[in-house]
């Protein structure tokens, strides 16, 4: 069924677990995500990033995972991942999506505020959430790498004004979390964390979840974090379970299909575990 962030976000809030986001880009992946979600009786939330739009387009990913989703026995909510530009904001919102990320995290203070209470009035009008992101969370590598990422941390008092001016249903922070793998151990600013989710009253979100320990994830959100966002793991589940079929002599790649989506499924499940949210699909 249909939800949207705050459906799933601020029950986690309360009860003190986190909804795994999985970014899918591939049919793979969604019969994957899918039958770990409904296996274990919990929401989730279905990214598409924008950045992601190279391996198919918008409307293709919409056409994949939008019936599927409403036919889920488990709340699921579509949300365009790292939306750059408000044109592909406002195309996954025609599509059918059901909250949507604006990321201007990149843009100065005043016009990231400025942009995403804009496009908040656009979305509320229409029953759909909204996420933000105050401060910066870099890449691992590439262009998006910060030297000093401390220097774009996400500024508590600054978060609670960002907040109530912008009207933000879910807030993505800052705290030495990153996209991609994870070169060294990151360390993760919990005080921080502790210290926006005592301010705030909007669920938080950790992105760049992808490579962190266990240890980290259950401490994250202990301190607050209510959404977390996945893709890498995935990603490499599904390319390492395509390699093994390889090495072991499998030259069909239909004939990989259901291993690629057992790898999926199984690093869902496990995200989800560790994050608590199973059983909280559909409360009995």
Known sequence: MLANLNDVLLPAQKRRYAVGLFNCVTLEMTRGIFQAAEKLNAPVIVGTAEILLGSASLQEVADMVIDRAKRSTVPVVLHYDHGLTYEKCMEAMDLGYTSIMYDCSTASYEENLKNLAEMVKIAHSRNITVEGELGHVGDNEGKGKLSRPEDYYTDPEKAVEFVEKTGVDA????????????????????????????????????????????????????????????????????????????????????????????????VVERKMLLFGSEGHGIEA
Not at 174 to 199: M, Q, T
Not at 202 to 208: D, R
Not at 212 to 239: E, H, M, P, W, Y
């Open 171 to 266: 807030l993505a922070i800052a705290v030495g979390n990153a996209h991609g793998d994870y070169k060294f151990p990151p360390k993760l600013d919990f005080d921080r964390i502790s210290e926006i989710h005592r301010k705030v009253a909007v669920p938080l979100v950790l992105h760049g979840g992808s490579g962190l320990s266990d240890d980290d994830f259950r401490k994250a959100v202990l301190c607050g974090i209510s959404k977390v966002n996945i893709f890498t793991d995935i990603d490499k589940a599904q390319a390492s379970a395509m390699k093994e079929a390889w090495d072991a002599g499998v030259r069909s790649a239909f004939s990989m299909v259901p291993a690629e989506v057992e790898a999926i499924q199984k």
